[in-house]
């Protein structure tokens, strides 16, 4: 190991080690205001038009709960459009891979307001890796769910049609129906608190090699 890389890498570690800087502790406390929200929010959005339904047909997903349109009886309409063509019923029993989301949710709000009190860049760090490891799981996991929602067909069904992947932004064409997909509020409030903790993480690590940069200059 060259001295040039020694030394980048003992700079490196002794930059993680400093304190966060005074002004982003209470930034950070705030950043839990939304994500304490986003629990009481939708998180996804999902709405079908068709002739046979010239209101549309909604349906709310909640980290905990699924809301139907006019008083939830859209839920019950939707399940028996699936039926026909053999879609599994849509309901919170299908989903209950998202009951661990809420528990997710008030696990980070913890470990950043530790992270506020308590903590120094490295611990900044690994937040701001883990909120995206949260992040991209939750997606991957929801994606994944309404993949199979729309491929494992009853092959006894009704009405056939070719499997297909429920919308989930934009707009689709599936049969008859036009179907909308796109984040709700609760999304959007996740997606401002990871913004946030980006922000201050690289914040910290731009000026951080700033200051590297000068003590290296002031030492020569």
């Not at 068709?50 to 905990?64: C, R």
């Not at 199979?148 to 009704?158: I, T, V």
């Amino acid at each position: 190991m060259t001295t040039r890389l020694r030394s980048a890498i003992d700079g490196f570690y002794q930059f993680v080690s400093q304190p966060l800087y005074l002004w982003s502790r209470p930034v950070l406390v705030l950043l839990v205001v939304p994500l304490a929200f986003s629990v009481l929010q939708p998180l996804w959005h999902i709405r079908m038009e068709a002739p046979q339904y010239p209101e549309g047909l909604t349906i709310d997903v909640y980290s905990y709960k699924l809301v139907g349109g006019h008083d939830g009886s859209d839920i019950h309409e939707i399940n028996i459009l699936n039926h026909y063509i053999g879609m599994k019923k849509l309901d919170r029993g299908a989903l209950a891979e998202l009951d661990w989301l809420p528990f997710g949710f008030g696990a980070l709000g913890l470990l950043l307001l530790r992270v506020a009190a308590l903590g120094n860049v490295r611990s900044l760090l690994d937040f701001a890796v883990m909120t995206g490891y949260f992040g991209g799981f939750s997606m991957a996991r929801f994606v994944t769910k309404m993949y199979s929602f729309g491929h494992d067909l009853a092959h006894d069904a009704p009405v056939k049609v070719k499997p297909f992947t429920p919308v989930l932004w934009g707009t689709k064409e599936i049969a008859n129906f036009t179907t909308h997909g796109y984040p709700g509020t609760g999304t959007w409030l996740v997606a401002g608190f990871t913004a946030g903790v980006f922000l201050i993480t690289l914040i910290h690590l731009v000026e951080g090699r700033r200051r590297a940069r000068r003590a290296a200059v002031t030492e020569v």
